[in-house]
């Protein structure tokens, strides 16, 4: 599977962006895309999954109440739409796949910069 991740970009505290992660064929009801990122200096860290059947996603404590994952299953598509954002959002944020065959994310997108300027 491959990833693509796109809507990085820069935008003021408090504002929103909304970033998409395009697979490059259809997704198993199994499977499981989440949403990670990485600040400068700092380990990746979860930020939010979704399972590819439209079960219940999961979110990082940091963005619960102002990020929110989808999924378009005819797009091929997942969806990260970020409101109310701060400055320690600032990350490269990277799509992954986990096909649930074990317990981690096997496949990863390229990331896309988002800078949240104060």
């Known amino acids: 599977v491959q990833l693509q991740a796109s809507g990085g970009g820069l935008v003021q505290a408090g504002g929103s962006l909304r970033l998409a992660c395009a697979a490059s064929r259809p997704m198993f009801s199994t499977y499981k895309m989440g949403w990670f990122r990485q600040a400068p200096g700092k380990e990746r860290e979860f930020v939010a999954a979704?399972?590819?059947?439209?079960?219940?996603?999961e979110y990082a404590d940091s963005v619960k109440g102002r990020f929110t994952i989808s999924r378009d299953s005819a797009k091929k598509t997942v969806y990260l739409q970020m409101n109310s954002l701060k400055p320690e959002d600032t990350a490269v944020y990277y799509c992954?796949?986990?096909?649930?065959?074990?317990?981690?994310?096997?496949?990863w997108g390229q990331g896309t910069l988002v800078t949240v300027s104060s």
């Open positions: 992954a796949t986990s096909t649930g065959l074990a317990p981690k994310y096997e496949y």
């Open positions: 979704i399972p590819w059947s439209g079960g219940s996603p």
